[in-house]
């Protein structure tokens, strides 16, 4: 079999979806967080879903698998609901049927409803009213389970990350400054740490909040900023909803985009002490150098899961003398519409190979001779042992994310990994009970 | 404000669901060389390929979503759907489709048997469709995908030969089975009683295996998934079908039954029925989704099961209190009909103790033993778990059983998906040994 509708040379690719559209394959990698990892960040809280039992049962066990069943809950759908048309009444007992078998209340609720609740017009503005009047001690968090609408509105990812911070409150704090919508803590050694630290600033975030009291706190940031896109959305409205100002700071593979990032981070913060730029650069090309010596013309892949700019990645390291081979994507973020541009004029041959097209399931997933692959998308479809196992981006961020990059590159390159038993498990960095 | 009060069976405070419907078309054809379609807009093929499937990593199989988008599924276009399958089927040249139902084009009334009926006329290859919804379990979507397997692909009558002391295993998935060395373990039990399985619906067969099912001279229904199947090939090739599940040391027993129907069927010889041969065609692909809970003709047809099919029954104490809440029975058996009652007549005539049978699926019609119950929701569950001293059941029903019993491990892959995969593989490796 060809990869003719798979795979394409940069060259002949189209922006920003270089494939058509067809039948739709999951490979068995699952490391990406999904809206019940990320839901979970919120602490005292509690999700409860109202959907059919298809649909419940990938989430219940992602609870599960994460060792979290005791914040999870749900009510199942029925046909005969769908019949009668009613879904409010369903889903007002359910749970409150949930709630009163609790011996301890939650602070909160995260209550996702369903593509279903959509399609027979649910009034859910009936629902939280009701709720709330049942519960008032109860804060009811409007979350959406609702993948029908993902291709022409929002994501529920997207969405969740919007509501997910609407218990966030207090007063303004000069000296805080508060990252929203991303699922890890950015690297103590990261640019954005120490710029902080360097002008006497605490950084908030959701991942090191142990209680609802500091889950709260965050709002008392002066500064909202994001570094993950899918967080953009819910970040800005919270700034605009608290009054703060708002900074989105994408993680980025590039030195002058860093460099501009850094800059307006600064003004934002009064014009403060930042980084000494060429020296991050001068470090930066140190450990990328360094990397090329270990690796040489190993053939290197990456995918999209590693992080949001997968061609930014690539640029960086085609730039640097690294034999990029192919990138796993299935479409490409406006984001990196420049990077895009730029390969297909520098690197025409690069390998743009989709995840999802069906005829993946059955393309050869062996390689001869050692292939780093650079992230787990990448491992599985080449079968590599050699991969940096990390998603989303982690917490990489500024120069100091280009040089840990390359140094979980050399790590990947001289260690193997166990890549079925890595790749498997859900949501990369939650506990994992398999 | 006020509102109606339900009966809150849908709420669940700890423990999971069983796998649904879906997944369980899906597992139950993963192996046969055909394409799946699930019509769903997206989580479908990732709860099955991380939950409901351990075959996934390494062994590929044609399973896919169609991606369903909200504008789609509102103007009512199948076109996309059907343009998208063709070009799927085009290059990788599936031995057969099957369409597969999430709960939007439930919802929308989508025409799945007429779409599976223009898809083969075009493509010349079989094309059918399983009426799921996602709301049923995986026993009623598995079940009416073999029997539709059954009904298609098993040749005709006149192509049989039966062979004595055979059987075909009907119901064999890894959902209730796990990996394939449970499979071959329940193979070579029976091997040992002098029965030989020509082939095992649908794990670890070929289908050219499969093919020749006509050929057995019994099926032995091992978990109610089977059922469907053993009534469709009964009424095409007249061959009678035992329940019972030949694990726990209850294989002498089910290869008993097994030898005293293949008895039967010679004396009474084994023409089918030709009058009642058609009564499952078109019952499985009706698309009539009221099948099991209302209950149409043919439908019922499919899932029955007479008491004298039931290989456990006969090893089961009778007279017993029917008040299974109370703590009468001994030991508390949770789970899928056939297995668990094949495990509680095995207990009972060992050691002589009461075992009662919990099911928490939907089809248990002539599967449960007096004493026995369906259970409905967490709630009723609590309830009838509230005085048991001894509980056997997959470990995500810890939460909900009382901290006085004592609770036994048994992981079940249709409740707990893979968490307890490796624990599944050392007991099948204890058994083996």
Not at chain 1, 339 to 355: E, G, R
Not at chain 1, 368 to 374: N, S
Not at chain 2, 78 to 84: A, K, V
């Amino acid at each position: 079999m060809d990869w003719k509708g798979a795979a394409v040379a940069v060259k002949d690719g189209t922006f920003p979806v270089p494939f058509v559209h067809g039948l739709e394959f999951n490979s068995p990698v699952h490391g990406n967080w999904n809206i019940v990892h990320t839901g979970m960040l919120v602490p005292e809280a509690r999700q409860i879903y109202v959907c059919a039992d298809n649909c419940m049962r990938g989430v219940v066990l992602t609870a599960a698998e994460m060792n979290a069943a005791d914040r999870f809950s749900f009510v199942i759908l029925n046909e005969g609901d769908l019949l009668e048309g009613n879904l409010e009444d369903v889903t007002i007992e359910g749970v409150t049927d949930v709630l009163n078998r609790l011996t301890e209340k939650p602070k909160a609720v995260l209550l996702f409803t369903v593509c279903l609740h959509h399609f027979v017009g649910s009034d859910l503005d009936r629902i939280y009213e009701e709720l709330e009047v049942r519960f008032p001690d109860v804060l009811f968090i409007r979350c959406f389970m609702d993948p029908i609408m993902q291709k022409t509105g929002p994501t529920p990812d997207q969405k969740l990350r919007l509501a997910m911070y609407n218990g966030i409150k207090g007063e303004k704090e000069k000296n805080v400054v508060t990252l929203l919508g991303s699922d890890f803590s950015l690297d103590e050694s990261s640019d954005i740490r120490r710029i902080l630290q360097k002008n006497g600033r605490e950084l908030r975030e959701i991942t090191s909040c142990d209680s609802w009291k500091a889950y709260e706190s965050l709002g008392s940031g002066s500064l909202f900023m994001t570094v993950y896109p899918p967080g953009k959305m819910g970040a800005g409205y919270q700034a605009e909803r608290l009054g703060r100002e708002f900074l989105y700071l994408p993680g980025s593979f590039d030195y002058e985009e860093i460099h501009r990032q850094e800059e307006k981070l600064l003004k934002v913060l009064g014009g403060g002490a930042g980084l000494d730029i060429q020296e991050e650069i001068r470090k930066c090309e140190e450990a990328l150098e360094n990397a090329r010596d270990v690796i040489g013309d190993t053939p290197v892949v990456l995918d999209h899961l590693f992080h949001p700019r997968p061609l930014g990645l690539a640029k960086l390291l085609l730039t640097h003398g690294f034999y990029v081979e192919s990138v796993y994507l299935d479409s490409i973020s406006l984001e990196e519409k420049e990077d895009f541009f730029w390969l297909q004029k520098n690197a025409p041959d690069l390998m743009l190979i989709a995840t999802v097209q069906a005829k993946m399931r059955v393309m050869p997933r062996k390689r001869r001779g050692k292939v780093l692959a650079v992230g787990q998308k990448a491992a599985w479809f080449t079968g590599s042992p050699h991969f940096v196992n990390l998603v989303q981006g982690g917490g990489l961020w500024g120069f100091d994310g280009i040089r840990r990059t390359a140094g979980l590159m050399v790590e990947a390159f001289l260690h193997e990994k166990d890549t079925e038993s890595l790749v498997v498990r859900k949501g990369w960095g939650c506990e994992s009970c398999i | 404000m006020g509102v109606r009060k339900l009966h809150m069976r849908q709420a669940y405070r700890i423990i999971p669901v069983y796998t649904a419907d879906v997944s369980g078309v899906c597992s139950a054809l993963y192996e046969l060389g055909g394409m799946t379609v699930i019509h769903d807009p997206s989580g479908c093929n990732s709860t099955y390929n991380t939950h409901d499937e351990i075959r996934w990593y390494d062994e590929d199989s044609l399973i896919f979503i169609s991606g369903l988008t909200d504008i789609d599924a509102i103007m009512g276009n199948d076109e996309g759907f059907l343009q998208d399958i063709r070009n799927a089927a085009e290059e990788l040249k599936p031995g057969f489709i099957s369409l597969v139902s999430s709960p939007i084009p439930y919802m929308n009334g989508t025409d799945f048997a007429g779409l599976a009926e223009e898809l083969e006329a075009e493509l010349g290859i079989p094309v059918f469709s399983v009426p799921t919804s996602g709301m049923h379990d995986y026993v009623y979507g598995a079940g009416l995908a073999l029997a539709e397997i059954a009904e298609r692909f098993t040749g005709d009558i006149g192509e049989r030969n039966v062979q004595p002391h055979t059987v075909n295993l009907l119901g064999v998935t890894p959902l209730d089975f796990g990996p394939q060395p449970g499979v071959d373990l329940m193979k070579k039990n029976l091997e040992a009683q002098g029965v030989k399985v020509l082939s095992t619906w649908a794990m670890g067969s070929s289908t050219e295996e499969m093919r020749g099912a006509g050929d057995a001279e019994v099926n032995l229904v091992v978990s109610s998934v089977g059922i469907p199947a053993a009534n469709v090939l009964q009424k095409k090739f007249g061959t009678p079908f035992v329940v019972g599940t030949p694990l726990w040391g209850y294989e002498s027993v089910c290869a008993g039954t097994v030898r005293e129907m293949a008895e039967a069927r010679k004396q009474a010889g084994d023409r089918p029925d030709e009058e009642k041969r058609t009564f499952c065609q078109g019952a499985v692909s009706s698309g009539d989704e009221r099948m099991i809970s209302e209950g149409s003709g043919t439908a019922q047809e499919l899932w029955k099961v007479d008491p004298a099919q039931v290989a456990y029954f006969r090893d089961r104490v009778t007279g017993r209190d029917p008040d299974t809440r109370s703590a009468h029975q001994e030991i508390t058996l949770i789970g899928e009909p056939v297995t668990m009652g094949s495990l509680a007549a095995s207990i009972e005539k060992k050691y002589g103790r009461k075992v009662r049978v919990l099911c928490p699926l939907e089809i248990t019609e002539g599967l449960l033993a007096e004493g026995d119950c369906k259970v409905t929701g967490e709630q009723e569950l609590e309830e009838r778990l509230s005085c048991a001293e001894i509980i056997v059941a997959d470990p995500l029903y810890r939460p909900v059983c009382p901290g006085t019993a004592c609770f036994y491990e048994l992981p079940h892959i249709a409740f707990s998906g893979r968490i307890y995969l490796r624990d599944i593989e050392k007991l099948q490796k204890r058994r083996e040994l």
